[in-house]
Nanobody, 121 residues
């Protein structure tokens, strides 16, 4: 079974940047659409971004469009999320998700343990 491990979160000031990494093990994500999702305290999971299997298409939540960039390296079984121009409202636990999170049928697919992003002045 594929396991996902996220890393790269941290504490940053507004306007700062972070680079998140999701490494898959126990199987290949080569044929998988991959997403990043986030969950702020007391709120539901929120879709952030999705990338197709071969990086031809990437999609973003309007709240992060122009600031975040999703990418992947299939040779490394890894998905990335670059977070720029961070805002306080970006504070959340960020999870890597197998599948297109916009499709509810994927909600039961595995996610990692998450990496915390905290934006504070």
């Amino acid at each position: 079974e594929v396991q996902l491990v996220e890393s790269g979160g941290g504490l940053v000031q507004p306007g700062g940047s972070l680079s998140l990494t999701c490494v898959a093990s126990g199987g290949s994500i080569y044929d998988d659409v991959m997403s990043w999702v986030r969950q702020a305290p007391g709120k539901e999971l929120e879709w952030v971004s999705t990338i197709d299997q071969h990086s031809y298409n990437a999609h973003y939540n309007d709240a992060v469009k122009g600031r975040f960039t999703i990418s992947r390296d299939n040779a490394k079984n890894t998905v990335y999320l670059q977070l720029n121009s961070l805002k306080i409202e970006d504070t959340a636990m960020y999870y890597c998700h197998r599948g297109d999170f916009r499709n509810p049928a994927t909600w039961n697919l595995p996610r990692g343990q998450g990496t915390q992003v905290t934006v504070t002045s």
